[in-house]
């Protein structure tokens, strides 16, 4: 499973429906649409500028929600995103809406797995996806085991998006027990970025997804965005 | 349901945070058992910041706009505001947890202040996040901080100010959350943030109550300024049982009109920041907006979620101060009863002094949750 968060309408919607379709001829699965939070806590300062030059370009909820329904690829379809974002809306009809455009499931970034129960009880009902980081603990993970939609994102660095993929070994042995205990996919993220992360991520777990780098690639130019997509989709 | 204030609060922090906090919970409530630990508490609370502080009557402010002034004398705490009785409470805690380094944010510089004055005092190693535009209009405190051993970093995204400072102090949180303990400084984020930081400046109310006790009377009105909340839900929590209006003052910048002011819990609706669920000022699409007040430490769009709670019950009544009126209360405390209050609780003191055929003949409590001397750049500046 490899997959690309890409920012939805960043640099524009143009360039970002090209990279959609480069990325599903280079071989990627799926992509995170990312709809831009104010004040996205869990990106590093790549992207957080990123997520600030969209909003002020009007990339919003309703913005992705246009382009996701006007998408005829392929690629399985994810929405990463913040709490409030999603809040706005209204969480029964943004769940609503992203599953009528083919939406499989939302990955929030300041929502825990403690807080699914939050969003549930408010009318979500898009499988929301769980999270595994270095951090979490033996009844974390024997709570994980137990997930049986979406895939769990482990986030593989303490830290925020666009650091270096260098997990210690005791990070290693958590992505490995996840992996062959759990009833979905493991996808590693944070911090990915070069062919050799990749590689490395796909020995410890079932997929990948590129954040930063992928963004930092289209926003130097889709050339340039196209030779790495291919590069990496090769792994 | 744990963790929540009514329907409000939570924990709306990425997952990596989740064992830090449940971790800090446990702590805390360890910390609450622990009677040496208490002791020590109350002993560097006494020995240390200058507590009980004491009431004060303001009689010539009294006489002049015809009610009962009495003044709960935070201010005269070492570093000169309320956010010590936090700091110190929470430093201990980061020792209790065996954390070496702390990090906090900063808006007026007061929390900055104080918990680079506690973190030298407990030998902690302290780093503060501090919005480029509140370093400018705050710079004594910068000065200070850097005195008292922390190292400032100064945050030159979004608006550049406390929202900016938060979001930089998770972003290092997330990154060294092993070594490193976040002291909030107000009653917000995570759960169980808003009630820790609600403990340690309880304080405040419980000093407040004996004293009118003692005296055979209670306040008719208690007034608070509202930033996150802190020493708001420090006083008011002395009085809620209580037959005693209780009134938060949020910041009403120059006007109602988008970006003029931070009335998060007067204008904002539910919604989701900086890891609670609570009152908060954003767009239609979600996107938090700019927020205005000449004091540093109200320039929030966010509010802690007991305060929405209280909002919400009708128990707390929440009102505004423009700047002007805040500016002129600075002017009109210092005047008449030499006392230099800071811009944050001179917006506690504004309201008052603008509704004050309201108040005739009633006895009003005011939280006067620091002192001014970090304010004189902006105050004179704007023509004394
Ligand atoms: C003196 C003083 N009062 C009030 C505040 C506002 O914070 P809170 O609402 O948490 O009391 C600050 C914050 O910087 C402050 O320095």
Redesign the pocket.
Known sequence: MKGLYLIAGYPDFETFSRAVEIAEAAGFDFIEVGIPFSDPVADGPFLTKAAQEAIKKGVSFERALDWMRSYKGSLKLYVMTYANVLWAMGLEKASKELEKVGVEGVIVADLPNSEHGFFKSNGFSLPLISFATPESRRKDIKELEKVNEGFIYFVSVRGTTGGRFNPDEETKEKILHLKNHCKVPVVLGFGISTKEDAEEALKLAHGFVIGTEAVRRLSSGIKDFESWCFEIGKV | MKGFYGRYGGRFIPETLIPAVEELEEAFEAFKKDKEAQRELDELLKSYAGRPTPITYAKRMSEAYGFELYLKR??LLHT????INNTLGQAMLTKFMGKRRIIAE??????GVATATAAALLGLECVIYMGAVDAQRQAPNVKRMKLLGAEVRIVEEGSRTLKDAINAALKDWVTNVKTTHYLI???VGPHPFPEIVAYFQSVIGREARAHFEEKGFYPDAVV?????????V?IFRGFVDLDVELIGVEAGGTGDNLGEHARTLGLGKPGILHGAFSYLLYDENGQVLPVHSVS???DYPGV?PEHAHLKDTGRVEYAYCRDEDALFAFKELSRLEGIIP?L??SHALGFLLKHRERFEGKKVLVNL???GDKDLGIVLGGGL
């Open positions: 935070e201010d000169g505001a309320h956010k900063t808006g007026a510089g007061q929390h400084g107000s009653v608070a300024c509202v930033g996150g909340g802190s020493n708001a420090g540093a430490g109200l802690g800071a944050e609780s949750s620091g002192r």
